[in-house]
């Protein structure tokens, strides 16, 4: 079903930003996921950082600082945290914010 800009109270995201393979495409992603968004909604959602990183973007906290930034968002949580026990993936970024 397709969404209109602006009408959606709660957008959620895990795993596929996380997919792209730079910045840009990242920033590109971000908006696009995020552009149903209505005034003061919230947003959350998590990714994974591969073992190998092999063609995959380097996320960060920077990163998620900027696309919430170019955005009109404010990040409310950034966190990286450490995967121990998965061969192939390293660590988890989670991110928690709101339309401002």
Known sequence: MPTRDG???LVTQFGLLGLTSGHEEF????K?????LAASAWMAGANWTTTSG???VD???QLYTAAFA???MTPLFIERVPITSDPDFDSVWIYLG???
């Open 7 to 9: 009408c959606a109270h």
């Open 27 to 30: 920033l590109a992603a971000w």
């Open 32 to 36: 696009n996921c995020h552009q149903p």
């Open 54 to 56: 092999c063609g995959r």
């Open 59 to 61: 996320l960060s906290e």
């Open 70 to 72: 170019r955005n009109g």
């Open 98 to 100: 709101r339309k401002t």
